[in-house]
Nanobody
Framework: QVQLMESGGDSVQPGGSLRLSCAAS????????LGWYRQAPEKQREWVAA????????YYADAVKGRFTISRDIAKNTLYLQMNDLQPDDTAVYYC??????????????????????WGQGTQVTVSS
């Protein structure tokens, strides 16, 4: 089992920045990927960014590439998402996730199947003027 808890969500103006954190505990080593997803009102949950636990390779959805940065502090068992140049379309609940077992990258970054991941409870990010 893996437990995840996000923090850092807030309301910001367009062009602003936020850093989300996700405290991880449990059997993290059994997962292949950690990552962030988001879900806007009336929309399906979508993948945002991922980091490979062994090796540290990072991956981003096209919508956030160049603006968001995913990172991990191994000593603190904490995952981060630095979000810059935030726009109203970034408004969503952001969820931290860990893959269940050794799933493929395409499984982790593709259409969301909730059973494939462990999930945090989410943190709200609102971007408006």
């Amino acid at each position: 089992q893996v437990q995840l808890m996000e923090s850092g969500g807030d309301s910001v103006q367009p062009g602003g920045s936020l850093r989300l954190s996700c405290a991880a505990s449990g059997s993290i080593d059994s997962s292949r990927y950690l990552g962030w997803y988001r879900q806007a009102p009336e929309k399906q949950r979508e993948w945002v960014a991922a980091i490979q636990i062994k090796g540290g390779a990072v991956y981003y959805a096209d919508a956030v590439k160049g603006r968001f940065t995913i990172s991990r502090d191994i000593a603190k068992n904490t995952l981060y998402l630095q979000m810059n140049d935030l726009q109203p379309d970034d408004t969503a609940v952001y969820y931290c996730a860990a893959s269940r077992g050794w799933s493929a990258l395409s499984t982790f970054t593709g259409p969301v199947d909730y059973a494939n991941n462990y999930w945090g409870q989410g943190t709200q990010v609102t971007v408006s003027s």
